[in-house]
């Protein structure tokens, strides 16, 4: 690792070593049922990690997260290509779309519990509606920002809307799509957490959630911290695709 490279990375590392500093201070500075130090909420975590309970809730969890962010690009990326290619599809369905998307979803929950219960799939919608409007509205910025002239000269050599869509729309709008994935990324997160915390008896927000009921409060805290951990690393996974395809903008 040359010089250049530490010197450049030595601001994120130092400010990491001192949030975990004030952190442990903290900790041993208040009770034990407001906050624990960061050395306690590392015994803490190692202990459901050696049980296996926190292995099998994180399981539940990822399948949770992963199933609900796929339908969301799913269902996000064609729809908002359909919606900037078809005006008088988007001028009807724009109303009904802000109106979910200015909507809390958490506000939804209650209303999905009582049509669908409380199995996987109304988890799998509090996810998929958190996590798809980013993706929605970024896909259509990108589509309606598509030059007229790019479509016209693809129609002047008969391009078939399929192969407009393949060949024009589809790799202009994709970088605008990244930049909705890695937005769609925390919300995905937040609506796992969220769905577990009203309907689920499993998964990392039962997790916190049953362990703040215990007065276990290292045990919230490891959670906390591994479902922060998790979304850092998804978002920087997401910026770096994000990046990647940002150069197609050229």
């Known amino acids: 690792m040359t010089v250049a490279v530490i010197r ?53 969890s990822a399948q949770l997260f992963l199933t609900g962010f796929v339908l ?7 729809l908002g290509m359909l919606l900037a290619r078809v005006r008088v599809l988007r001028i009807g369905i724009e ?36 996590a798809v409007f980013p993706v929605l509205y970024n896909t259509v910025e990108g589509a309606r ?14 391009s078939s809307e399929w192969a407009l869509w393949r060949e024009v729309m589809l790799p202009y709008t994709l970088p605008y799509t990244m930049t909705g994935v890695r937005q769609a990324i925390g919300r995905a ?35 906390i911290l591994i479902i922060g951990l998790i979304g850092v690393g998804l978002m920087r996974l997401g910026l770096m695709i994000e990046n990647h395809f940002a150069r197609w903008r050229q």
Do not use: C, H
Not at 72 to 78: H, K, R
């Open 72 to 78: 969301a690009l799913i269902v996000g990326m064609p």
């Open 95 to 130: 109303p009904y779309i802000m109106t979910l998307y200015a909507t809390p979803m958490v506000a939804l929950i209650p209303f999905i519990l009582s049509l669908l219960g409380f199995g996987f799939v109304p988890k799998v919608l509090v996810v998929f509606l958190f």
């Open 145 to 158: 920002s598509i030059k007229p002239e790019m479509i016209e000269v693809a129609k002047s050599f008969r």
């Open 189 to 223: 997160l937040v609506g796992m957490v969220a769905a577990e915390f009203f309907l689920s008896s499993t998964g990392l927000g039962q997790l916190i959630m049953g362990a703040s009921q215990n007065f276990d409060t290292g045990g919230v805290f490891a959670s």
């Open 8 to 60: 450049r990375n030595a601001p994120f590392w130092i400010s990491i070593a001192a949030g975990i500093a004030l952190w442990e201070i903290a900790g041993r500075s208040t009770s034990a049922a407001f906050m624990v130090p960061f050395s306690e909420t590392l015994r803490r975590l190692w202990q459901l990690v050696a049980t296996g309970e926190f292995v099998r809730q994180f399981l539940d």
